[in-house]
């Protein structure tokens, strides 16, 4: 049986903890009537966290994962340490925020450059180090030069916002799509969640993000690489941690 899980992230990504009861238990792990942790999706990694049971013992997630067919939100947790945990208790999980937010910042980035950049997204990838992003372009692209757009975005301090809009109005603004390989989430409630980094870029994503381009930091482009034809990888990192 399904359960859909309130996902506390969409609205406030700076959510560290709360409480969560049990809906289900099965051998992919264990799935809440809410949660902080972010499911893997849209090139994002899964959340990891750590949760107090009632008896006082810690349970590592050490995942999250969405079931793309039944939208099933489920806590990935070694199996050994759930014995005697069962549906309908209620835990506290806190959320692995050091990783949470290395995610976000990196995450917000790639929307700058896709702000920059005038053509479709082919693929990316968000990790703890790095972050990179496949454009459909033919024209190369100038390391130094976009560097410094970047980073210009980003001491900008430009306010990051979200907001809802229904399945209708986002078919009707098909540009709201940047990526070509990945669409965003569709809920039951038939609206789409838009990010909009103020007076820079406003596209439909689920992701987490900061509040400000400024708690971004400032960003290198470490590498543009080609990846055929009309494919352009450019991978960013934290420029503090490029020397």
Request: hydrophobic share 35%; net charge negative.
């Amino acid at each position: 049986m399904s359960h859909l899980t309130t996902e506390l992230f969409r609205n406030d990504s700076y959510i560290k903890q709360c409480t969560a009861t049990v809906a289900q238990i099965d051998e992919r792990g264990i799935q809440f009537d809410q949660s902080i942790c972010y499911a893997h999706g849209g090139g994002q990694l899964g959340d990891h966290a750590v949760l107090q049971s009632e008896d006082g013992r810690s349970i590592n997630i050490i995942d999250t994962i969405k079931d793309r067919e039944t939208h099933e939100h489920i806590h990935v947790v070694d199996a050994d340490t759930i014995a005697g945990i069962n549906i309908g208790d209620t835990l506290n999980m806190e959320l692995d925020w050091q990783r949470r937010f290395s995610l976000m910042r990196f995450h917000s980035c790639l929307h700058l450059l896709c702000a920059i950049i005038d053509a479709p997204v082919n693929g990316g990838s968000i990790q703890i180090d790095r972050a990179r992003l496949d454009f459909d372009l033919q024209e190369p692209v100038d390391k130094a030069e976009l560097t410094e757009k970047l980073n210009k975005h980003i001491e900008a301090d430009a306010a990051i916002s979200t907001r809802w809009i229904t399945d209708a109005e986002l078919d009707a603004h098909p540009e709201l799509v940047r990526t070509m390989s990945v669409k965003p989430p569709r809920n039951a409630e038939g609206t789409i969640r838009l990010v909009e980094i103020d007076g820079i870029d406003l596209q439909a994503c689920g992701g987490t993000h900061v509040t400000s381009t400024k708690e971004i930091g400032a960003m290198l482009v470490r590498k543009i690489e080609n990846k055929g034809k009309q494919n352009r990888r450019i991978t960013v990192v934290a420029a503090d941690a490029a020397s």
